[in-house]
């Protein structure tokens, strides 16, 4: 089993609704989650970190988190065409205390948003 | 501030060629990081560093070597190239934030053909 698991797509959806990405993870004793989005041929930038279990917004974005289930989701309301990336999911996975904390990154989903 | 730089942009080699990918943050950052990326793939760490001298292996790290004399460069070297090693190579920095993980802010990327 992967350790961070992301369908790689595509996902396509039209101009104006929503688009749902999932993540599911494997340990258990992960403590944080990022989105990082990546445009083609660029590096990839943070948009969102969470936490603790529920929901946090920022402007149209919106991550879901649920440690019992192990997974964890972006929402992008309005979607635009400018959207249009691959979305990478990171866990940090505690592996030593004190220490360095690996972040593993899924393979991404690609996002087109239709005009 | 300019964030995470890198040299080259791209590099076409030859194989059994060597060459050093540049990387410098002027963020005070403590952690670095290289990452190489494939084609539709996530993104895989080959070696991290958690402060000046201090250097370690992470998924990938055949084929490669780094070093960390100064907190601002993080260079890595690849000493006999293989066609293998075509990749887009990352550098990334962070602040640790101790349990809550830590966001990391990438370079731009190196693109490396290895023919």
């Known amino acids: 089993q992967k350790e961070v698991e992301q369908n790689s797509g595509p996902l396509s959806v039209p101009e104006g609704a929503i688009a749902s990405l999932n993540c599911t993870y494997s340990?258990?004793?992960?403590?944080?989650f990022f989105w990082y989005r990546q445009y083609s041929g660029k590096s990839p930038e943070l948009i969102m970190s969470?936490?603790?279990?529920g929901d946090k917004e920022d402007g149209r974005f919106t991550a879901q988190l649920n440690k019992a289930s192990q997974y964890v989701s972006l929402l992008i309301r309005d979607s635009q065409p400018s959207d249009s990336a691959t979305y990478l999911c990171?866990?940090?996975?505690?592996?030593?205390?004190?220490?360095?904390?690996?972040?593993?990154f899924g393979t991404g989903t690609k996002l087109q948003v239709i005009p | 501030n300019a964030g995470v730089t890198q040299t080259p942009k791209f590099r076409i080699l030859k194989i059994g060629q060597s060459m050093t990918l540049q990387c410098t943050q002027d963020?005070?950052?403590?952690?670095m990081y290289w990452y190489r990326q494939d084609p539709g793939m996530g993104l895989k760490l080959i070696y991290y560093?958690?402060?000046?001298?201090?250097?370690d292996k992470g998924e990938v790290p055949n084929g490669y070597n780094v070093s960390r004399s100064t907190t601002e460069d993080f260079p890595l070297r690849l000493e006999l190239a293989a066609p293998s090693q075509t990749s887009v190579y990352f550098c990334?920095?962070?602040?640790?934030?101790?349990?809550?993980?830590?966001?990391?802010?990438f370079g731009p990327g190196t693109r490396l053909l290895v023919l």
């Open positions: 990334a920095s962070s602040y640790p934030r101790d349990a809550t993980g830590e966001t990391q802010y």
């Open positions: 560093s958690v402060g000046a001298g201090i250097t």
């Open positions: 969470i936490y603790s279990n």
């Open positions: 340990d258990r004793g992960s403590q944080s």
């Open positions: 963020m005070n950052h403590n952690y």
């Open positions: 990171a866990v940090n996975m505690l592996r030593n205390s004190g220490g360095y904390q690996k972040v593993t």
